[in-house]
Each structure stands twice: as C-alpha cells, then as structure tokens.
C-alpha cells in the first residue's frame, strides 16, 4: 500500500463525517497508524506463515553466510576433518534442541519479539531489558556486520586471484551493502520481501551445486581426505568452545519464528513441526557441504584458502567456477536483507512496554517501514565493520547471544514451577531444556576460563551498563532525561515523517 492507498482512504475518511472538520482529522490519523502497523504483518491479516512458510524461513534465514565462513574456523579450532565434521552434526542437534525449547515458550506464550516476551514473563523488566538493549547495540548489528563482511570477501576474492582482497577494499564493500540494504528495506516491505524471495532461491541453487558435487566426487572415489579423520587433532575446552561459537554462528536463526509468534498459522501444531523439519534439514545439509569440501581439499588447504566455497568451485566447475563466489554473495546478501528485514519487530515489542526510545518504534507514513530502527541498525552495524574482522565479531556476537539464549532456557524451566497455570500445547521432556542451559553456561564460560580475553570482560560491562539506562529512562524516567529525548524524538518524528504504531485502536 503507498500514496495513493494512503490518499483514497484520507478521502473516503473525510466524506464519511460528512464535512465535519472536527471529526475527520481522527480517522484520518486512525487509519495511517493502523496501516503503518501493517509492517509487522506484510503479508496481511490473518496470520499468514503456514508450515511450509514456516520450514522456509527457518531454512532460508539459518543458511546464509556462515557455511561458507565458518567451516575454517571450526577445522582451525578442533585440527582435524573427524572432530570438525562432528562439531558441525553438534551443533546442528544443539540448535534442534534449543529450538524445542523455544517452541514450548512460544506456544505458552504467544507474543512476537523473540527473546523479550519469555524473559518479561519469567523474570520481569530488568532481564527483558538488558536482552532488548543488548540486541539493539551488540547482537543484530554485529550479525548484520559479520553476514556483511562475508559478502564482501566472496564479491572481492574473484578480482583478487591467488592472494587476499585488501581490508579497506573488503570494509568498504560491506558498508556499501550495509547502506543500500537499509536503504531498500527503510523504502519499501515489498521490495525488501521481493529481493529476499529471490536471493533465498539463489542461495539454494549454490548448496545444491555444492552438495551435488561432492557426493559426484565421493562417487568417484575421492576418499583420500578422510583417512585417519581424528588424527592431529587439537581439542580441549576452549578451542572446542571456540570451534561450538562458529559453527553454531551458521545455525543462528533457529530461534526466528518465534519473533513472528503471532503471524503463525496454528502456531500449536507449525511451530514445532517447523523446527522438528526444518533445523535437520539444514544440519543435512551443512555436513554434506562440508564433506564436499574436504573431497578437494585438505585441512591445510581449507585453512588457506580466503573463501573456500570459492577455492571448491575452482577446482571442481572450472571453467564456470565463477558461479559458485556470485550465488554465495547472493546467498550473504540474501542472509543480511532477511536481518534487516525482521529488525522492527523486537524494536517495536520493545518500544510497547516503554523499554526503547520511542521514536525507534515508529512506522514510517509513507513507507510503511520501521524506517528508524532499520537506519539506526545499518548505522551501528558500520561502526562494527571499522575495527573488526570475522572471527572476532562472530566470538564477541556469539558470547553476548549465548547468555542470553542460556537465560531464556533457564525461564522456562523457572516457569514450570512458578507458572504452572499457563497452558502449555508443547511440552518438552525436562531433561531437554536442564542440557540446553548447561551447554549454554559452558559456551559462556569455556573461552574465559581458558583463554580469557579483555573483549568478554568489555562484552559484560556493555550487557551490565543497561542497568544505568534502564534507571534513568525507564524506571525512574527523571524529567531531565525526558526533556533530551523528547526534543530529539520530536524532531527525527518530523525528519522522517513517522508515527507510533502502538497507539493504534487494537
């Protein structure tokens, strides 16, 4: 719906009150807020995210970058092709379970906004907070950074051939897709749902080239790689924490319908089957893809190699090799605008119960987009591109989201004993949810005790320092802290002609 929808119904609002200028200026400003809030819905009431809906999105959100960066780091980490390929199938029964988890917590509790809702619950606004700043400033724009940057490596290695892209050429590519990404998805829901269709579809094509190929090469007997798969490796607590941060860098997305609670169709019956498919299928895929890659190169070329769905495809497609770096760029692409793409939906939760600064939960009038919050995304998520480089972001980016990933876990065991009034369609064995929160509290804990760094101590003071934020502004709201952020909430309301949709009649 654009300008002209918005104008036919400004007009029709004003010949119902039959001239009366009094009246007609409500509906009008009724009727924009209700579609400004249609964002969160873009595909229009009812819920429209059915079970293959479903299947895609989790399959289309988790596949994106981290294949095609990750399965160096993990081998780096562990030593050898056994151990790495194990971590991988690890990972991928971890994310299931923690999914199950999450698929009790959104059936017993059926609010949008991932995460927040669950931790509001359980523990009330203080936990909820600190999620909702954190993910604001650290989690969604270093994801949104990391998916970037891995763009960037697999755009520039082509032009590069036989040594590294230069940083700057890599960090300015990467915040110009950063810019033209919040710039399409800040114009325009549709053409930000057009461009994620397509780029899902060309991420497949890729995966499938991939596995397609090595499985033509196993076929063949190219087995050498394989041989003696457990030896020189190199595991202990902390590079076995470390190699558990990367790959499961590759499945995060597991827990993405439950930020579109309320947009599923039977979320009872969905929900569930939706992860109980979907996350096995990309773990499938993920151990086949790395086998494909280990069928043409050792572990010492793979850790060599700059892109190494880039070095596969020279040597398995050569001469048409240039497929496989311009469908994985798609594929990153494709990653970053679906993390833009569902960025207003925990602002926007958040911004309802008073725990973000208001005008970060304002809809565009014109647009019918979460045009602040995606900017505000796209603008931190450069910062991050500045300093950092992949595997740093992804420890500092999985560190932060594992605590709190632990956190939420651990709420819905608390709640089965001080909320058992609430209905629960789904509920997991007990045992299940007890694993999930020990593995998260030992993914936090590993990487410190073994080899602590000053980045995890700067990571929990950032989390911890939303305590003085959320004083000032939200529990206390003192009058001089309101007096700066109205002015400033004012004048970017007029900037970018935006609009509250919480206030919109329910």
């Not at 032009?159 to 700057?168: E, I, L, M, S």
């Amino acid at each position: 719906m654009g300008e002209e929808s918005l104008r036919k119904r400004k007009g029709e609002d004003t010949r119902e009150e039959d001239g009366d200028s009094t009246q007609s200026h409500e509906p009008q400003t009724m009727n924009l807020q209700k579609e400004a809030k249609l964002f969160l819905f873009p595909f229009g009431f009812p819920p429209w995210v059915g079970l293959i809906s479903g299947i895609c999105m989790i399959v289309g959100t988790i596949i994106g970058s981290g294949i095609f960066v990750s399965p160096k780091s993990v081998l780096a980490n562990v030593g050898a092709v056994g151990p790495c390929l194990t971590t991988w199938a690890a990972c991928g029964i971890l994310a299931t379970l923690g999914a199950l988890c999450f698929a009790e917590l959104g059936t017993m509790i059926t609010k949008s906004g991932g995460e927040y809702p669950y931790l509001m619950e359980a523990f009330g606004p203080i936990p909820a907070f600190l999620f909702s700043w954190t993910s604001l400033i650290v989690t969604k724009p270093s994801s949104f950074a990391i998916i970037c940057l891995s763009f960037a490596e697999y755009a520039s290695a082509p032009f590069y051939p036989g040594c590294d892209p230069p940083r700057v050429v890599i960090k300015c590519l990467a915040a110009a897709a950063i810019v033209i990404i919040t710039l399409v998805n800040s114009l325009s829901v549709k053409l930000g749902s057009y461009l994620q269709n397509f780029l899902t579809a060309a991420k497949m094509i890729i995966v499938t080239i991939i596995i397609v190929s090595g499985i033509v090469l196993l076929a063949q007997g190219k087995t050498e790689n394989f041989k003696d798969s457990f030896k020189d490796s190199t595991i202990s607590v902390s590079s076995l924490g470390l190699a558990f941060y990367n790959g499961l860098w590759a499945y995060d997305g597991w827990n993405q319908l439950n930020y579109i609670t309320e947009e599923l169709k039977n979320p009872y019956r969905n929900l569930p089957l939706s992860i109980i498919i979907g996350i096995p299928l990309v773990t499938v895929c993920y151990v086949l893809i790395n086998i494909s890659y280990f069928t043409v190169m050792t572990s010492t070329e793979l850790l060599q190699s700059q892109a190494v769905a880039v070095t596969f495809g020279d040597r398995v497609l050569y001469p048409a090799s240039w497929i496989v770096p311009l469908f994985v760029a798609f594929s990153t692409i494709g990653s970053a605008n679906g993390t833009c793409f569902t960025a207003g939906r925990l602002v926007y939760v958040a911004g309802r119960e008073g725990h973000m600064l208001k005008v970060l939960s304002y809809i565009s009038i014109k647009r019918l987009t979460p045009a602040p919050a995606i900017i505000f995304y796209g603008a931190i998520a450069i910062i991050y591109i500045i300093p950092g480089d992949i595997d740093t972001l992804i420890n500092y980016f999985s560190f932060a989201v594992w605590i709190f990933y632990g956190l939420t876990i651990l709420a819905l065991i608390v709640m089965r004993f001080t909320r058992k009034e609430l209905e629960r369609p789904i509920r997991v064995p007990i045992v299940i949810p007890v694993i999930v929160t020990l593995v998260s509290v030992l993914l936090v804990l590993a990487p410190i005790i073994s080899a602590p760094e000053l980045a995890y101590l700067y990571c929990v003071l950032f989390i911890l320092s939303g305590l003085i934020v959320y004083v000032l502004f939200v529990h206390f709201q003192f009058s001089w802290a309101q007096k700066i952020s109205e002015p400033i909430t004012t004048h970017l309301q007029m900037l970018l002609e935006v609009v509250p949709a919480e206030e919109v009649p329910e």
